[in-house]
């Protein structure tokens, strides 16, 4: 059984003897399957494998399943997605799978071809997409008054960019006195022609966690964030 949140198998081998196992999709590091004879081919089916730990052994095994290979894509396309998104999931067939690829290859396209973007703009070193561990990170560390960081909850990619202190001036002011406070807006990125597209300067503390993803980050460059929806 595929579930929202792991596999599970149930075998009796016997009157008095039953066989159970499940692994969380979260343990799973990666998968397999095996078709070791002309019958597996002839019939289509074998044993489809998952295992905790690239190290270790298989440590889930199912034999003698029919339509293996089909079980095997359903598996991975699960594994695809993230905790909220599987949980969503009440069915899964070919056409969702094969859709699932289709919309995933034609975003990754799109990202990068705004990383080719930015990468072409002089003042601009490296660039790198952030993750949602990263995202997390960000929206909890962040400071209060830096109101961009709602932003993060609201579009679909972020990436961020090194630069020297050559870099252009920004599109909006970036800093906002009102009475009594002042806080950091969101700001527009022009070069980047995608929807909602912001773009933002992180504090120390957030441009300290993103500076491992950069090799040739000098002392004195800055890092910016830029938002937009696919």
Same mark, same amino acid.
Not at 218 to 230: G, P, Y
């Given at each position: 059984m595929i579930y929202n949140d792991k596999l599970a198998i149930s075998v009796r081998n016997g009157f008095f003897s039953k066989f159970d196992m499940s692994l969380h999709f979260a343990n799973i590091k990666d998968t397999a399957y095996a078709k070791n004879n002309i019958l597996h081919f002839a019939f289509d089916y074998g044993t489809f494998f998952a295992r905790s730990a690239a190290w270790a052994q298989w440590d889930f095994e199912a034999p003698n399943l029919p339509n293996v290979e089909r079980i095997y894509k359903y598996v991975n396309f699960a594994l695809s997605l993230n905790e909220i998104e599987r949980q969503k999931l009440t069915v899964v067939n070919d056409q969702i799978v094969t859709n699932h690829y289709k919309n995933q290859k034609s975003s990754q396209e799109i990202i990068d071809r705004e990383i =080719?973007? %930015?990468?072409?703009?002089?003042?601009?070193?490296? +660039?790198?997409?952030l993750s949602e561990v990263d995202r997390q990170f960000i929206f909890e560390h962040e400071e209060d008054r830096n109101h961009w960081v709602y932003e993060t909850l609201k579009r679909d990619v972020v990436l961020c960019f090194t630069h020297d202190d050559t870099f252009r001036d920004a599109d909006a002011p970036i800093v906002l006195n009102r009475w009594t406070k002042v806080i950091f807006p969101p700001v527009s990125f022009h070069e980047v022609e995608e929807k909602n597209v912001v773009s933002s300067s992180p504090s120390l503390e957030v441009h300290n966690y993103i500076c491992?993803?950069? =090799?040739? %980050?000098?002392?004195?460059?800055?890092?910016?964030? +830029?938002?937009?929806?696919?």
């Open positions: =080719k973007v %930015l990468l072409a703009i002089k003042w601009i070193k490296e +660039v790198v997409e491992k993803y950069f =090799k040739n %980050l000098d002392k004195d460059d800055a890092t910016v964030l +830029v938002w937009f929806d696919l």
